[in-house]
């Protein structure tokens, strides 16, 4: 898909939230494998901007998918503030 794509699907609020959520997962899990203090601001960086995707897919009609992805971010979100830093 080419990044100057104009399709529906890359304009839909759902699916940039889950975009952003599935991202920010990514975040999380490499913070978990080397948590220095860098990997572990730009996760919370990429949770940040998740939470604010999911907030504009929740004016949406369809519910059950941004419900999904917020479930999902909750649990990433845990996880993060689970770590600690390692010292380097």
């Not at 997962?25 to 490499?30: E, F, L, P, R, S």
């Amino acid at each position: 898909m080419s990044r100057y794509d104009s399709s529906l699907q890359s304009q839909n609020p759902i699916s940039q939230a889950q975009n952003s959520v599935e991202k920010a997962h990514n975040a999380v899990k490499q913070a978990e494998s080397h948590p220095s203090g860098q990997m572990i601001e730009q996760a919370e960086a990429a949770v940040e901007k998740a939470q604010r995707s999911i907030e504009q897919a929740s004016l949406s009609h369809n519910q059950e998918p941004v419900q999904l992805a917020a479930d999902m971010l909750a649990e990433d979100e845990s996880s993060l503030h689970s770590l600690k830093p390692i010292e380097e």
